[in-house]
Nanobody, 119 residues
Framework: QVQLVESGGGLVQAGGSLRLSCAASGSIFSINVMGWFRQPPGKQREWVASIGRGGSTRYGESVKGRFTISRDNTKNTMYLQMNSLKPEDTAVYSC?????????????WGQGTQVTVSS
C-alpha cells in the first residue's frame, strides 16, 4: 500500500503560479507512473498529467503548455508547477500511482490540496 500526501495548494490570482507536491511513502517500490488529478467544484475528478519513473510525461489538453509535471525519485516526490493559472483551474488536486501508463490507477488516494484561482 502506498500513502500519498499532497501539499502546496492555496489562493492565487488569475495569471499566477503555484507548485504542488505529492510525497509518497509505503510500498514505493511498486510505483512506476505517478499522476495528478483534479476535481472542480460540483464536477467529477479529471486526469491532469502523468509522469513515468524515467521522466516521460503526458498532459491533458486543458493544461498543456501551462503546467509542468516532474518527480524526484530520490525523494519519492512528484511536483506540479502550475503557471498562467485560470479560474477554471480551481479544484481539489490529488495524486495517484499506477504500475504503467494505461494501467488502472491505484485505489490509494491522498487527501488532496485545494487550489483556488480568483479572477
Amino acid at each position: 500500500q502506498v500513502q500519498l500526501v499532497e501539499s502546496g495548494g492555496g489562493l492565487v490570482q488569475a495569471g499566477g503560479s503555484l507548485r504542488l507536491s505529492c510525497a509518497a511513502s509505503g510500498s514505493i517500490f511498486s510505483i512506476n507512473v505517478m499522476g495528478w488529478f483534479r476535481q472542480p467544484p460540483g464536477k467529477q475528478r479529471e486526469w491532469v498529467a502523468s509522469i513515468g519513473r524515467g521522466g516521460s510525461t503526458r498532459y491533458g489538453e486543458s493544461v498543456k503548455g501551462r503546467f509542468t509535471i516532474s518527480r524526484d525519485n530520490t525523494k519519492n516526490t512528484m511536483y506540479l508547477q502550475m503557471n498562467s493559472l485560470k479560474p477554471e483551474d480551481t479544484a481539489v488536486y490529488s495524486c495517484n500511482t499506477a504500475p504503467a501508463f494505461n494501467s488502472p490507477w491505484s485505489l490509494d488516494w491522498g487527501q488532496g490540496t485545494q487550489v483556488t484561482v480568483s479572477s
